[in-house]
Nanobody
C-alpha cells in the first residue's frame, strides 16, 4: 500500500519560513519523480515544484528563488524549504509521487501565511 505523509505545515508570518516533509512508503522511492502541489481556497491545484529521480528540479515562477525542493533516497523523504513566505502562498500543500502512468498523492498539509 502506497502512503505519502506530509508534515510541517502551520501558521507563519509574512517573510517567514517553513519546511515541509513528505515520507513515502510502499514505492521504490528512488525511481519516482517527487513533487509538491498546492491548492488555495476556490482555486485549482497547481504545481509548486518537482524533482526527478536524477535530481533535476522544476519550479513554478511564483516560487523561484524562495522555495527549494530536496530528496533523501535513503530515508524515502522529499522536503520543501519555503522562505520569504507571502500571504498568496497560503494553501493546502500536497506531496506527489509520479512514475508513468501512476500518480500518488498525500493527504495534504495546511500552510497559512498571515500576520
Amino acid at each position: 500500500q502506497v502512503q505519502l505523509v506530509e508534515s510541517g505545515g502551520g501558521l507563519v508570518q509574512p517573510g517567514g519560513s517553513l519546511r515541509l516533509s513528505c515520507a513515502a512508503s510502499g514505492i521504490t522511492f528512488s525511481i519516482y519523480t517527487m513533487g509538491w502541489y498546492r491548492q488555495a481556497p476556490g482555486k485549482q491545484r497547481e504545481l509548486v515544484t518537482t524533482i526527478t529521480s536524477a535530481g533535476s528540479t522544476n519550479y513554478a515562477d511564483s516560487v523561484k528563488g524562495r522555495f527549494t525542493i530536496s530528496r533523501d533516497n535513503a530515508k524515502n523523504t522529499v522536503n520543501l524549504q519555503m522562505n520569504s513566505l507571502k500571504p498568496e502562498d497560503t494553501a493546502v500543500y500536497y506531496c506527489s509521487a509520479k512514475l508513468h502512468p501512476m500518480t500518488y498523492w498525500g493527504q495534504g498539509t495546511q500552510v497559512t501565511v498571515s500576520s
